[in-house]
């Protein structure tokens, strides 16, 4: 942990790696008619541990290939728990030399926010397909960038949203378009959880932290799918019960979105309280989930009583065996695209900025 800390801390803000931007790594495109593509985790902290890991051991289309760690105690326990070669082991310093290695398809950034930008261009120019958690990074800027790397180099970019690939959350994003109970006229999203930690990363402004930035962007992406629609204006008010913790950063976030069909989406996120819960308001009745954004399934009910109870194994081994089916086939559309993380920060910086100046912001377009 302690290499991981100085690592991280001597990494905000650097750009020097940005220089290999034109050393021609884009002629390394690895090849897709694999059987099953190999998959490097970029950072090796609880997601990566308790969750992507296990998943890529139940993926029929992918498989864990390598691991790029600033520990080497972690790297030695992973390398042993999981069978990598030394090869595909590598230290933030040789990061680059994966564009050397063919048993790497797809590099997956788990590293905190800050650095997104910087490892998934840095990924792409090695000519390697990039998966990217959310949120895709801090600014618009940084999400164009990042999306003008991967289409330079020919490779694809997907963004870690697993509710996107989860069956009773493509159910509701369906019904925004068919509409069985009338026009959407309210949502109601709210994704949080207590942390206790106090000198976390997602306490740090520089490094990403906030719950709007981890936690909101569940409740914000959901207004959008359960809409169908883009947001056109924000109010926002940001908050915290622990200003001794939260002084760089909120704590709580609440924010009313505006929708051009009319619909409201009163949304809230937070490190401060337990919450997960999604209802939909309509013309002729409502739905709801809850959780809407857990580990363990998406279940919830209609006012007619109708059951939403479809659970899937593993999300993550769903997420990633359907980016890779896209990768292979490169006709087929991703589900989360940089695109569509790149929306959801436009409207983030629109929150900011309605924190920042007291009122209600227009989104730009």
Known sequence: MKTRRIFIKNTLGTIAALTFADTGFASCITPTKKDKLG???????YYSTDLLAPALQQTEHCY???????????????????????????DYSRFDEIANN?????????????????????????????WCEKPMALTVDECQAMIDACNKNKV???????????????????????????????????????????????????????????MGVYPL?????VTGEEPIAVTAHQSTARPEIYTEVDETMTFTLEFPGGAIANCESSFGKNMNALKVDCEKGWYTL????????????????????????????????DDVLAIKNNSKTLLAPGEEGLKDIRVVEAIYESVRKKERVVIKG
């Open 39 to 45: 998959v490097a985790l970029v950072g090796l902290g």
């Open 64 to 90: 864990l290939a390598g691991i790029v760690t600033g520990s080497p105690d972690k790297a030695k326990a992973w390398q042993q728990k999981y069978n990598i070669p030394e090869k595909n082991y590598y």
């Open 102 to 130: 063919p048993s790497i398809d797809v590099i997956y950034i788990v590293l905190p926010p800050s650095m997104h930008k910087e490892y998934v261009i840095r990924a792409a120019n090695a000519g390697k397909h990039v």
């Open 156 to 214: 694809r970019l997907s963004i870690g949203y697993r509710l996107h690939h989860e069956p009773n959350t493509q159910r509701i994003t369906e019904m925004a378009k068919s509409k069985p109970y009338g026009a959407i006229k309210k949502v109601s999203a709210m994704a949080g959880y207590f942390d206790d930690r106090t000198t976390h990363w997602k306490q740090k402004k520089a490094m990403g932290g906030g719950s709007m930035y981890d």
């Open 221 to 225: 992406n959901c207004a959008r799918y």
């Open 290 to 321: 809850e959780p809407f954004s857990g580990y363990s399934g998406q279940n919830g009910n209609t006012s007619d009583g109708k059951k939403f109870d479809a659970v899937i194994p593993n999300q993550q081994a769903r997420q990633m065996d």
